[in-house]
């Protein structure tokens, strides 16, 4: 075994030892949460891969369903946090990309009426220039929220980045749906204004024509969003 410093040790043992796991973990998530608050995010990391293991050894894995989904869920929102510290050339942030598609993957495989899930997994889709799985999985999530400005916003900035002249119109109506919905946003209101004149300015080009968006202010992907907000906290047993 390992003590908490992580040094291993042996002992023998006079009688059985039994650990209840679903304690372990409760404990563990505790740790976790607090260390994401805290902004700890690769000592959360570590926490909530420990989690997983520790689901491993469960007689009974169903039994602990809706604490994994959380558990999966956070620990992709921490590797989206990660990654977006990072440069967009950087392998670092490739891998964590993919670790955080691969874990919102598994929550919708668990709940597949999670708008929330939906919308970062677009979102992780988008920074990897998955542009169609962007667009489905944003779709999606207003599909189950259709009240969320902010995946209306996300997929207008998808279809931008698609480059298509087609995408143009159905951007703009995204960002007039976002503005609708949060008319305090003046941002939005110069992205959707810019996109009406790109559009404009294309309408005799075939809907296949790829269009220079660069000139568009639509910032970094991922700008908009305030991850704090999505960190879930640990579900009741």
Not at 42 to 57: F, K, P, R, S, T
Not at 70 to 93: C, E, H, I, Q, W
Not at 217 to 226: A, M, S
Request: proline fraction near 3%; charged fraction near 30%.
């Amino acid at each position: 075994a390992n003590d908490d410093s992580k040094n291993p040790f042996a002992a023998e043992a006079v009688d059985v030892i039994t650990v209840d796991i679903p304690q372990c973990v409760t404990k563990k998530f505790a740790q976790a949460i607090s260390a994401h608050e805290k902004g700890d995010i690769e000592q959360a990391v570590i926490l909530y891969n420990l989690i997983d293991e520790l689901h491993g050894d469960v007689a009974d894995p169903s039994s602990m369903a809706k604490q994994m989904e959380t558990n999966f869920f956070n620990r992709g929102l921490a590797y989206l946090s990660m990654a977006l510290a990072l440069d967009p050339g950087n392998l670092k942030r490739r891998g964590y990309l993919a670790k955080a598609l691969t874990d919102f993957d598994q929550v919708v495989r668990f709940h597949r009426s999670d708008a929330d899930a939906f919308l970062l997994k677009g979102l992780v889709s988008e920074l990897r220039d998955d542009y169609q799985d962007a667009l489905q999985s944003y779709g999606t999530a207003i599909g189950l929220d259709p009240r969320a400005a902010e995946a209306y916003a996300l997929r207008g900035q998808a279809y931008l980045h698609t480059r298509l002249k087609k995408n143009l119109a159905r951007a703009v109506e995204d960002f007039t749906k976002a503005i609708t919905l949060n008319p305090q946003d003046k941002s939005l209101r110069k992205i959707r204004r810019a996109t009406l004149k790109l559009d404009l300015k294309h309408e005799k080009e075939s809907d296949e024509a790829l269009v220079d968006t660069s000139s568009l202010p639509v910032g970094k992907i991922g700008q908009r969003l305030d991850l704090k907000k999505f960190r879930r906290k640990q579900p009741a047993r």
